[in-house]
Nanobody
Framework: QVQLVESGGGLVQAGGSLRLSCAAS????????MGWYRQAPGKQRELVAD???????KYSASVEGRFAISRENGKSTGYLQMNSLKPEDTAVYYC???????????????WGQGTQVTVSS
């Protein structure tokens, strides 16, 4: 059974920083892309950033230059460093990973349970 567990969310003042972590555990053979999404109340879930197995990154325009995504492949862990936070960054942040559980297994997407980030003005 595969699990993704996010941590690091919390309450921070505008201009502050937080670092989110996403730890993947269970029977994992290989992880392809990892990504961070967020969902604010009353809004659709949106992509924040993602990173390929080779380290290529992509960011939404709203966070480019403020957030940085990274990963430690040996630890099956992904990170999202969030700087210069704004009240509009307030949302539940979710981790998503595309992975396979075996050498000949199929690739599937898994989601974490989410972690709340609240930015006060």
């Amino acid at each position: 059974q595969v699990q993704l567990v996010e941590s690091g969310g919390g309450l921070v003042q505008a201009g502050g920083s937080l670092r989110l972590s996403c730890a993947a555990s269970g029977t994992i053979f290989s992880i392809n892309a990892m990504g961070w999404y967020r969902q604010a109340p009353g809004k659709q879930r949106e992509l924040v950033a993602d990173i390929s197995s080779g380290g290529s990154t992509k960011y939404s325009a709203s966070v480019e230059g403020r957030f940085a995504i990274s990963r430690e492949n040996g630890k099956s862990t992904g990170y999202l460093q969030m700087n210069s936070l704004k009240p509009e960054d307030t949302a539940v942040y979710y981790c998503k990973a595309n992975l396979t559980t075996g050498l000949y297994g199929s690739w599937s997407y898994y989601w974490g349970q989410g972690t709340q980030v609240t930015v006060s003005s």
